[in-house]
């Protein structure tokens, strides 16, 4: 057990040292204020924590999340809860970067605003929604993109997330848009699904979204007797109608011209958005002016709706201006804005109410101690303003890089990562926008830094095509290589091509790989014999057409698999490396592999399959010695004992079969390995996979006889000679590769030494 944490540590130690500083600040958090921050918000929330009355002005997602741990524990406890998710944000989001192929310390990069900023570890410390928020945004995420490119089931659950996520906080309302754009665009698992299978999928996202949010108003509605989600005064848009309109030049009703400010407009522009959504009505008493039919809410939604129609340019132009702040290098506050310093630590405990209503909450439900050690704030506070936060240039400039991998620029055309790019890129987009159209505040920034750095890292991994090593690492070739690096002029072409033909699919967690040259007359009850679930898993179907000048890829593409067309033949070696890559790229995490011909037996799928999702095994490999070949040719049976001889002599490990086709693995083992050979591949693999420590298994399965077609291999004597030669080659490649790294560990070490 130790031994396995110190190599998750060693594999992730950027990451390891991140968490380990978060943690640190939070727990100086902790010890700083007692028990927790109360903000003016958190007294609605504790107010109607047990009660979950909907008809107050924020939904009652939070109070749900509260009433559990305020009844086994207190305030201390739930902030210790939210500290413990905010770490878990910062973990989860280098997880699902590193799912989806983005290197280490690139992941742990993104990861680093939501585990360090400062801003972050204040609102985690308040009595407030904003974390929880956080939370479901990432869930939502990880199930759009952990497991490929979703189904129905699986965009029917991110709808019912980010329903939730709009009972936690009313902006998240919109986010179904972007959700909804990358289901429509990613969900086809395989190419005879088309439109169809996205289409059902986005109307399943979008009809738990909808069946989610209009359940929430229904209870709003048993409670208050009004439809809604939210309580808002007069609508989210009134408090910026307020500031800008030009009352003197608007028709605007007796009622309407109630709740138009008095003040000058510059007097206006200082009080600021907030004034006039939560405090300006009250302070005005306009309600005791209007007629009884009439609230002020009505008042105020009529009113903004003649401001916008008549000054939309005013008010969009705010709103953009608003969204422009986020991304100011440093924190800053223009007149109107919320105060910066609510979200900013302070050397002494910050009352929004009168100091006997805040302790009367701290002692419902805690000891009614409210503290602060003045030592742990001044740290604090000079670590927050000293530059302990996310640059706003920074994310702007993560955003960008986002975008442009979205467009398609440069490699991010054939990454298969444009879609997924879109998703954390439209969320932020959508949240923040939502946000700057009712008012610019710092706290309605804190989404960004989760999302932002999220599609940031995976936009600069699809314009650089820099993936990590155990995700498509490029080939590591010697200088006696017969093929070229990955990928060469073929590649790039039948990849393009692919890209052109399939756009930015996903695949699913296993993929069943065939090269196939010239195999049209059996290829197709191959591919329809493929499942298209094993062990509780989605399957698609890759044929890599080698150059064929027979309908191959025609057949390959009218039984429903995925199909990329290498324009010249090379050899199944060079396809099926093309196939891995392919693979490892758009989101598999198992390959298997089999032959276009028919000799393999697919219903032994589950024996391949099992070991790999058991941790049994890193590579698992069919055996005609251990179970059947039906009528072997004498040669080719003396053949195969004695490779398989010479393999497990030369590697220590015992082998019965070094050319059985029907193969399994985790994505990440091919693509780490070094593969050269263009026709005689399978020994190069299992040489290379045992010469990397990989776990391999042997199962017992059968041979069958060619369905149709010929042999590719030649005669026996050729064929017996090429495939000794490429199992010695190997051999001695990667014997010579390990010595020669061990020499340079070797050498390395006095140097070392000598500079201590």
Not at 194 to 223: E, K, Q
Not at 300 to 307: A, E, I, M, P, Y
Request: aromatic share 8%; proline share 5%; charged share 20%.
């Amino acid at each position: 057990m130790t031994g396995a944490l110190a190599r998750v540590l060693r594999r992730h130690w950027l990451l390891a040292l991140l968490v380990l500083a978060g943690l640190a600040l939070r727990v100086v958090v902790q010890l700083a204020y007692r028990p927790a921050l109360l903000y003016i918000d958190s007294f609605r929330y504790l107010d109607d924590v047990g009660a979950f009355f909907p008809g107050g002005l924020n939904p009652v997602g939070y109070e749900v999340f509260l009433w559990p741990l305020l009844a086994v524990g207190n305030l201390t406890l739930v902030v210790a809860v939210q500290h413990l998710l905010g770490l878990g944000l910062g973990v989860g989001s280098y997880a699902l970067l590193q799912r989806l192929g983005v290197r280490s310390w690139i992941a742990a990069v993104a990861a680093a605003p939501v585990l360090l900023d400062a801003y972050q570890l204040q609102i985690e410390h308040n009595i407030m929604s904003d974390l929880l928020f956080q939370v479901l945004l990432l869930a939502a995420i990880g199930v759009l993109t952990w497991w490929g490119p979703p189904g129905p089931k699986l965009a029917a659950l991110a709808g019912v997330v980010l329903a939730a996520a709009v009972v936690v906080r009313l902006v998240g309302v919109t986010l179904v848009i972007p959700a909804a754009l990358f289901v429509l665009l990613a969900a086809g698992r395989r190419p005879r699904d088309g439109w169809r299978r996205r289409l059902v999928a986005t109307a399943a996202l979008g009809g738990a979204f909808v069946a989610g949010v209009f359940g929430y108003a229904l209870y709003h509605l048993a409670c208050t007797g009004a439809l809604g989600i939210g309580g808002s005064h007069g609508g989210a848009l009134y408090g910026r109608a307020a500031v800008v309109a030009d009352c003197e030049h608007l028709d605007l009703t007796p009622e309407e011209r109630l709740v138009c400010p008095a003040e000058p407009f510059e007097q206006r522009q200082r009080n600021g958005i907030d004034f006039y959504i939560h405090f300006w009505h009250v302070h005005d008493n306009v309600e005791q002016f209007l007629p009884e039919d009439m609230d002020v809410a009505t008042a105020q939604g009529s009113f903004t709706r003649k401001v916008l129609l008549h000054q939309p340019l005013d008010m969009v132009g705010g709103m953009v201006e608003d969204f422009g702040k986020g991304f100011a290098p440093t924190r800053t506050q223009t007149p109107g804005d919320v105060p910066l310093d609510r979200w900013q630590f302070q050397v002494r405990y910050p009352m929004y109410a009168p100091d006997w209503y805040v302790t009367e909450w701290a002692e419902l439900y805690d000891d009614g101690q409210l503290s602060v050690d003045s030592d742990l704030a001044g740290f604090l506070r000079a670590y927050q303003l000293g530059g302990g936060y996310t640059p706003g240039t920074a994310l702007g400039g993560a955003l960008l890089l986002a975008a442009l991998a979205v467009l398609g620029v440069g490699r991010a055309r054939r990454s298969g990562l444009r879609a997924v790019c879109l998703l954390p890129a439209g969320l932020a987009t959508t949240v923040l926008a939502t946000a700057a159209a009712m008012e610019f505040s710092w706290r309605y920034q804190l989404p960004g830094l989760l999302l932002i750095p999220l599609a940031g890292a995976l936009g600069v991994t699809a314009l650089t095509g820099h993936r990590r090593p155990e995700s498509p690492a490029p080939t590591v070739l010697h200088k006696e290589s017969q093929m070229p690096s990955f990928p060469d002029e073929v590649d790039q072409a039948a990849l393009e091509d692919y890209a052109a033909r399939c756009g930015d699919h996903r695949f699913a967690p296993v993929v069943v790989l065939i090269a196939a040259y010239n195999e049209e007359e059996s290829l197709g009850e191959v591919l329809d014999s493929i499942p298209a679930r094993c062990c509780d898993l989605d399957v698609d179907k890759l044929v890599v057409v080698d150059g064929a000048t027979d309908r191959t890829a025609e057949v390959a593409i009218k039984h429903g698999a995925w199909t990329c067309v290498a324009p010249t033949n090379r050899g199944q070696g060079a396809a099926l490396r093309l196939g891995y890559r392919l693979a490892a790229e758009r989101g598999a995490r198992y390959v298997i592999t089999t032959d276009a011909d028919g000799q393999y037996d697919i219903t032994e799928l589950p024996m391949l399959l099992r070991p790999l999702l058991d941790g049994r095994a890193d590579f698992v490999t069919g055996s005609r010695r251990l179970g059947s070949n039906e009528r072997p040719a004498l040669i080719r049976r003396i053949g195969t004992h004695v490779f398989a001889w010479l393999v497990s002599a030369l590697t220590g490990q015992r082998i019965t079969d070094t050319s059985f086709g029907f193969r399994g693995m985790r994505v990440e083992v091919p693509n780490s390995v070094t593969l050269e050979q263009p026709q005689y591949q399978s020994s190069e693999l299992l040489v290379g996979v045992l010469s990397h420590g990989y776990r391999v298994l042997e199962q017992p399965m059968r041979m069958r006889p060619r369905v149709a077609g010929r042999s590719k291999k030649g005669n026996d004597l050729l064929y017996g000679y090429r495939y000794a030669r490429v199992v010695l080659g190997t051999w001695w490649r990667e014997r010579r590769t390990r010595h020669t790294a061990g020499e340079q560990e070797r050498v390395s070490e006095p140097a070392a030494v000598g500079e201590r």
